[in-house]
Antibody, heavy 120, light 110 residues
Framework: EVQLLESGGGLVQPGGSLRVSCAAS????????VSWVRQAPGKGLEWVSA????????YYTDSVKGRFTISRDNSKNTLYLQMNSLTAEDTAIYYC?????????????WGQGTLVTVSS | QSVLTQPPSVSAAPGQKVTISCSGS????????VSWYQQLPGTAPKLLIY???KRPSGIPDRFSGSKSGTSATLGITGLQTGDEADYYC???????????FGGGTKLTVL
C-alpha cells in the first residue's frame, strides 16, 4: 500500500524558514517523480513543485521560485521542501503527492498533509 | 485566480446526475490529459479520473470524464450523500511547465 506521510509543519514568523518532509513507503520511491501541492485555508489546490526520480530536474510554480527548494533522499525514501522568506500567503496545508509522469501527468497518491502557518 | 475555470458550486438531488465543467486553453487542457480529484470534507484529495476518462481501481463507474478541445467534464450519476465533496480538475500546462488546477467545485446533494 502506497503511503505518504508529511511532517515538519508548524508556526513560523514572516520572513522565516521551515523545512517539511514526506516519508514514502509501499512503492519504489527512487523510480518516481514526486511533488508538493498546497491548499490555503478555505481555498483550492495549488501545485507548488516537483522533482524527477533522480533529483536532477526540479520544477516550481512562479510564486515560490527562488524561495523554495525541493529535494529528495532516495536512500531514505524521503521528499523535502525547504521554504525560505515565508509570507502569510504561504500559509497552507502542504500535501506530498506521487506524480505520474508520462504523456499524462496526474497525482495518483496523496499524503494527509502538514499545516504551515506564517504569522507573527 | 486559477488557470482552469470551474463553477464554484453545483447541486442535485440523490439519485440524479450532475456534471462539472473545467475550461482551459491550448497550453493546458487543449494539449494535455485531464485528471479529476475528489476532496471529502477534512481529508486529502483523491484521484478520481485520469487520462481524461479512466478510473483508478476502486472508483465506481458512476464517475466518468470526458474532454473536448480546451474543456473537460466530470459526470456523476446516481448521486449519493457521500458524494458531497469538492471536486478539482487538473492538468499540466506546457507553456508554464507547471501543474495547474481548477478552483474547485463544491457538490451539494440536496
Amino acid at each position: 500500500e502506497v503511503q505518504l506521510l508529511e511532517s515538519g509543519g508548524g508556526l513560523v514568523q514572516p520572513g522565516g524558514s521551515l523545512r517539511v518532509s514526506c516519508a514514502a513507503s509501499g512503492f519504489t520511491f527512487s523510480n518516481y517523480v514526486v511533488s508538493w501541492v498546497r491548499q490555503a485555508p478555505g481555498k483550492g489546490l495549488e501545485w507548488v513543485s516537483a522533482i524527477s526520480s533522480s533529483g536532477s530536474s526540479t520544477y516550481y510554480t512562479d510564486s515560490v521560485k527562488g524561495r523554495f527548494t525541493i529535494s529528495r533522499d532516495n536512500s531514505k525514501n524521503t521528499l523535502y521542501l525547504q521554504m525560505n522568506s515565508l509570507t502569510a500567503e504561504d500559509t497552507a496545508i502542504y500535501y506530498c503527492a506521487k506524480l505520474h509522469w508520462g504523456p499524462a501527468r496526474y497525482f495518483d497518491y496523496w499524503g494527509q498533509g502538514t499545516l504551515v502557518t506564517v504569522s507573527s | 485566480q486559477s488557470v482552469l475555470t470551474q463553477p464554484p458550486s453545483v447541486s442535485a438531488a440523490p439519485g440524479q446526475k450532475v456534471t462539472i465543467s473545467c475550461s482551459g486553453s491550448s497550453s493546458n487542457i487543449g494539449n494535455n490529459y485531464v485528471s479529476w480529484y475528489q476532496q471529502l470534507p477534512g481529508t486529502a484529495p483523491k484521484l478520481l479520473i485520469y487520462d481524461n476518462n479512466k478510473r483508478p481501481s476502486g472508483i465506481p463507474d458512476r464517475f466518468s470524464g470526458s474532454k473536448s478541445g480546451t474543456s473537460a467534464t466530470l459526470g456523476i450519476t446516481g448521486l449519493q450523500t457521500g458524494d458531497e465533496a469538492d471536486y478539482y480538475c487538473g492538468t499540466w500546462d506546457s507553456v508554464l511547465n507547471a501543474g495547474v488546477f481548477g478552483g474547485g467545485t463544491k457538490l451539494t446533494v440536496l
